[in-house]
Nanobody, 115 residues
Framework: QVRLVESGGGLVQPGGSLRLSCAAS????????MGWYRQAPGKERELVAA???????NYADSVKGRFTISRDNAKNTVYLQMNNLKPEDTAVYYC?????????WGQGTQVTVSS
């Protein structure tokens, strides 16, 4: 069992920045892929960014050049740095981990971009 705990959401104005954190209960070396998804009201959950243990990353087209996913292996934590935020980035953001054919999810953190 893997526990993922997110933090760092909040209210920010358009053009602002936020950094989300996801702390894992085990070494993230053991987790094949970690990433961030988001779900806006009335919409399906979508992939935002993902990072594999092999070092590859991928991003949704809508966030390329604005968001960066990174890992701190010593802290078993994955981050999502979000810059130049737009109102359409408003959503609940979920940390996701994939290991040994199992999917693990955090509880979600709200990000609201509004003036």
């Amino acid at each position: 069992q893997v526990r993922l705990v997110e933090s760092g959401g909040g209210l920010v104005q358009p053009g602002g920045s936020l950094r989300l954190s996801c702390a894992a209960s085990i070494s993230i070396f053991s987790i094949n892929s970690m990433g961030w998804y988001r779900q806006a009201p009335g919409k399906e959950r979508e992939l935002v960014a993902a990072s594999t243990s092999a070092g590859t990353t991928n991003y949704a087209d809508s966030v390329k050049g604005r968001f960066t996913i990174s890992r701190d292996n010593a802290k078993n934590t994955v981050y999502l740095q979000m810059n130049n935020l737009k109102p359409e980035d408003t959503a609940v953001y979920y940390c996701h981990g994939y290991m040994n054919i199992h999917n693990y999810w955090g509880q979600g953190t709200q990000v609201t971009v509004s003036s």
